[in-house]
């Protein structure tokens, strides 16, 4: 029987499953208050799936508004839409608008990589879209166990087959990401996903329900029982014996329904008929009613009985769970809906009216001609429990900064840094990537300027005047261990440069907080650090996070993942003509390294490959010089100054000059500077740096845009041969150390996945 | 010229074929899968991307798409036809081209830029080129291995049929490293690269996928 | 209600890359008895009404329209016994 | 020689996307009496030796290592008859 509000206000004392669905004896008690009775069973499934870690933010929102208290403002201006919003809005000019987001799906591609990666990009790109945008890009940041571990060659495959089939499917170009392998992610890899969208500004579409009268409408793919495994026990404590039939463990993406949903939404939104929209990912109808109603009016009726299902033996408990995948809820003018249906019945769409909107200030559910929810939107959507949880610095982090990389024996002399050269250019972590990369379609849209190997992907997004975004992810791990503070600023520092380096000024930021649990108090402090440094990085760059996603509980048994902030930054170009590429390719073009070269190897690749060691501090932080280095580097591509430029970052400089030499094609005569120890010129990792190759007669103007900013410059070198047809082979020269035939160089560099893989 | 640029459930190179056909100087024309006529059109392009997904076989459903009927009687009667990538394998299921396409022989999606031999300028698509002539045109697809009985395959030797040919490594298993291949009248073309992604050297690997769409028009201002 | 099986496969003289790969796969993980595979398509169709001569003509057709492509594949149309 | 047969198809309450697809155009070409379609794999092994438990136990162990995904698919495995 049907557990309806009627009888449960007549049956205070009815047992019910709360413990088993996640809630704890206090957030029951809770529910009850509000409601004045014991909850149904529909609202218990409710309030359990909206008040858990990953739908309420309970444990880190008391940190995470630290980022709502940044200035909501880019450098070009107020932001759009920022935080709470389904994904975040900023102004890039000419009228157009940018929103990007990342999120994690990380616990579902374990179990299935394929399916866990793909059903993960369907759920971000629905959240790009509900904010009236056409997604243009996705970026993925990877983090997997030991490359060479046999579950790696489970789980790696998988989840690049997933994005690749889902995102290609859709038409998304995939124009960057990470690949990294860390043992601590055996067991639980990390897979995060960042879409990109673009719209007009008057076409930015925010969640809400408003307009009494205004109908409910659910479209695109048919409720199933997907991704419900904890209400099942409240389905069969209510339904008795006669059980329902059995429910999947694995949720299936159908990415061709969604690209039919993209377009159809898009040509919706073209028509002007959705006055509020909402996807439905985590939580499914529950969360898309409670919010809509909760961030409108107040208000929502809809009739469950309505929802199309793909299973007929679905609970309403079920129905209101479900989490099946390319799914969207809009609110729309009574006076449009027949015009609404067309358009979805025109791009072959299920859609469907469930109810409408109310000023009641109660969301009411009626399943069979009873209500089996009544309640306050509000307390379900956004005021859930909210933990300050415990959180103390490690005792075991004094012993980690204490055991530096000095007392490590360090390669002496040319025969020895050449060899150390090749062994890291062919570490899974540096190797060339194409193995993955080259699953997924870059030029699908006829707009993507620059994609992986570039240090940021680049959109055009007008073709007249060549505005364009740039967007990178980054997120130094082993940095973030050492550090948590300084660690998340040095993810921050690092994507922030990557999209300076191509020429685009960096607006705004996301992230992806990938943590352990969060009642392990060391875990906690990880993350409170890690927050800290990221708020006080992104006020001192002047740009806001705009959006994000937090991941706890990602760890194999007891041992927690490294703690991995992945932070998007995300750039404008006024005109992609002027971008800068990595590649070497101009012979005879001067090199110049921006930046200071310390002896900072602690967390370094180095340390990492060489003696499998992790121990000491992060490099420094000078976010004060990053936003320098940018400016310099904005200016001298909108100048016309660069040929090339790469940032420093994972494996120093060597790693810099083996990717722009590989790419380009071209050879490099480098020279130790006086005085400088060849290691740490070539190895160290720290921040702020950049390697650019000149244009013809920029050398001048370049040295005073660098005297102008105060800024440390010094010429390196110069590229030696250009391209394949040159008579010469290309090599990489470092003085009077060695020399590397660029063939020897690709085949240690672009080698290792795929024989790791095929 | 009026060139027709068909949009199934499912195409993702629509608007970049549009492109492709308006810098050759075509105008290009929308036409919908459920279209019942070709709206005058004098060619018509099938693009590239997952028409109804690609679920059954690439190209298997979008083959009966009401727009079909019309292009079929049209393209028997002379209309000059180019499928790319999806629209290839359209166009083989419609038996327009012989052969088929099948899952790539390493399992994998794969997107790369492409060396490739123009071996006919015969086609009224590849008249721009000469032949022999070496282009770069990206390539990317998950079923892009072509398949034909060996007696099929000699005979599109023999007729000078092979339009285009994969060189410098074979990205997906195709049988004599087969790229593109016309019909008896050279009119319909299938190609499996996207010469639509290789004309704005911008956002591209070249501009050696213009000839394509130029061949076209180059052909009809001859004529 | 009736269930009717096509099994589409690629014709023999149609080189089959899926089926070697496995092959390779298997040969790899240790199956070395396995000297030949080749990988086709299973559909499993519900029809309305009970399993008949008519039904089976309708699954052949369909078979033959939509589900096999007979330039290169082979199909087989039975009732699930 | 043996050949044996392994049948791999999606779990009954897992998506079945391309079955779908299958089933939306079957319907469109006039096919109306078919409900349900489900699609999935067809693996042919040929095996060396004659057909053997020793041999069947083989082919189950590459289905369940290699051809079948036992997260979403159930599979079957038999000697062709
Ligand atoms: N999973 C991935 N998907 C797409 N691109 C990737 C992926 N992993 C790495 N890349 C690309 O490969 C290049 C090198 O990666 P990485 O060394 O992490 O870059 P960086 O150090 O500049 O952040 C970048 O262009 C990056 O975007
Ligand atoms: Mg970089």
Known sequence: ?758 | MRVGVVTFPGSLDDRDAVRAVALAGGEPVALWHADADLRGVEAVVLPGGFSYGDYLRCGAIARHAPVMGPLLKAAGAGLPVLGICNGFQVLCEARLLPGALIRNDRRRFVCRDQRLRVESSASAWTSAYEPGEEIVVPVKNGEGGYVADERTLDSLEAEGRVVLRYVGGNPNGSARDIAGVTDASGRVVGLMPHPEHAVDPLTGPSTDGLGFFASLLHRVAAA | MARVVVDVMLKPEILDPQGQAVQGALARLGFAGVTAVRQGKRFELELAGEASDQQLATAERAAQTLLANPVIEDYRVRVEG
């Not at chain 1, 720290?686 to 370049?702: C, T």
Request: with cysteine.
């Open chain 1, 1 to 758: 029987m049907t557990d309806t509000v009627e009888h449960a206000a007549k049956t205070p004392d009815v047992e019910q499953p709360w413990a088993a669905l996640g809630l704890r004896g206090d957030e029951y008690a809770r529910i009850r208050e509000t409601l004045g009775r014991r909850p149904t069973s529909c609202e218990l499934a409710i309030y359990s799936v909206m008040w858990s870690e990953h739908c309420s933010y309970k444990s880190s929102k008391v940190h995470l508004r630290r980022f709502t208290e940044l200035p909501d403002e880019t450098p070009l201006g107020k932001t759009l839409a920022g935080i709470g919003e389904n994904a975040g809005v900023v102004d890039i000019g000419q009228g157009y608008a940018a929103t990007f987001k990342v999120e994690s799906h990380n616990h579902p591609s374990f179990v299935e990589p394929y399916q866990g990666a793909a059903t993960g990009v369907g759920g971000i790109v629905r959240d790009i879209l509900a904010m009236g945008a056409r997604p243009v890009a996705l970026l993925d940041p990877l983090r997997f166990g030991p490359a060479d571990a046999p579950d790696t060659r489970r789980v790696l495959p998988g989840v690049v087959a997933g994005i690749a089939g889902y995102g290609n499917c859709l038409g998304l170009p995939t124009v960057g990401g990470e690949v990294v392998f860390d043992s601590s992610y055996a067991g639980n890899p990390l897979v995060n996903v960042l879409c990109v969208g673009v719209m007009r500004h008057e076409d930015v579409h925010r969640a809400h329900a408003s307009g009494v009268g205004n109908r409910v409408v659910l479209y695109g793919a048919r409720t199933g029982g997907d991704g419900i495994g904890g209400v099942s026990v409240l389905a069969s404590e209510t339904f008795g014996d006669e059980g329902p039939s059995k429910r999947p463990s694995v949720q299936v993406g159908d990415p061709f329904l969604e690209k039919l949903l993209i377009e159809c939404t898009l040509e919706l939104f073209g028509e002007g008929l959705v006055a509020g929209i909402q996807d439905l990912g985590g939580a499914g109808l529950s969360c898309a009613t409670s919010e809509l109603a909760s961030a409108g009016d107040g208000g929502m009726h809809i009739t469950l009985d309505r929802v199309p299902l793909r299973d007929a033996s679905l609970t309403p408990e079920e129905i209101l769970m479900s989490e099946s995948q390319e799914r969207m809820m809009a609110v729309v003018r009574p006076a449009d809906v027949e015009r609404f249906l067309a358009v979805c019945a025109k791009w072959d769409v299920p859609a469907t009216v469930l109810g409408e909107v109310t000023d009641t200030g109660r969301l009411v559910v009626e399943w069979a001609g009873e209500v089996v929810v009544d309640v306050p939107p509000r307390t379900v959507a956004s005021e859930g429990p909210v933990y300050q949880r415990p959180y103390a610095r490690p005792q075991a982090q004094d012993a980690l900064i204490a055991a530096g990389s000095d007392r490590l024996p360090r390669p002496a002399g040319g025969a020895e840094l050449r060899e150390t050269l090749l062994r890291m250019a062919a570490a899974p972590n540096l190797s060339a990537k194409t193995w993955v990369t080259e699953q997924y379609d870059r030029y699908v849209q006829g707009s993507t300027v620059l994609a992986q190997p570039e240090d940021a992907g680049v959109i055009r997004v007008d073709a007249d005047s060549g505005l364009g975004v740039a967007v990178a992810t980054d997120g130094n791990a082993r940095f973030v261990a050492l550090d948590p503070y300084a660690g998340a600023q040095l993810a921050l520092a690092e994507a922030y440069r990557n999209v300076a380096v191509t020429g685009a000024r960096p607006l705004a930021v996301t992230d992806c907080l990938n943590f352990g649990s969060p009642e392990d108090p060391g875990v906690m402090w990880q993350f409170a650090e890690a927050v800290r440094g990221l708020a006080d990085g992104c006020r001192v760059l002047g740009v806001p996070v705009t959006g994000g996603n937090v991941s706890f509980y990602n760890s194999t048994g007891d041992t927690a993942v490294l703690p991995t902030p992945v932070v998007g930054v995300l750039g404008v170009l006024d005109d992609v003509r002027r971008r800068t590429p990595l590649g070497f390719s101009r012979a005879g073009a001067a090199l110049f390294q921006l930046g200071e070269t310390r002896d900072e190897l602690d967390g370094s690749e180095w340390a990492n490959v060489v003696h499998g060691h992790l121990g000491g501090v992060p490099p420094r932080v000078d976010l004060e010089a990053e936003r320098r280095l940018a400016e310099i580097l904005v200016a001298a591509s909108g100048e016309g100054l660069l040929d090339a430029a790469h940032d420093l970052a994972d494996g120093g400089l060597a790693q810099a000059l083996v990717e722009s030499c590989l790419r380009g094609g071209s050879g490099a005569r480098v020279e130790v500077p006086e005085g400088t120890d060849p290691f740490a010129f070539l190895f160290a990792e720290s921040a702020a740096r950049a390697v650019v190759a000149l244009s013809p007669g920029a050398e001048a103007r370049f040295s005073e845009l660098c005297a102008e900013h105060d800024y440390p410059v010094e010429r390196i070198g110069v590229i030696a041969d250009a391209g394949p047809d040159s008579r010469v082979d290309p090599e990489l020269e470092l003085r009077d150390l060695f020399t590397i035939p660029l063939a020897e160089l690709r085949e240690a560099h672009e080698r290792t996945l795929p024989d790791l893989f095929d």
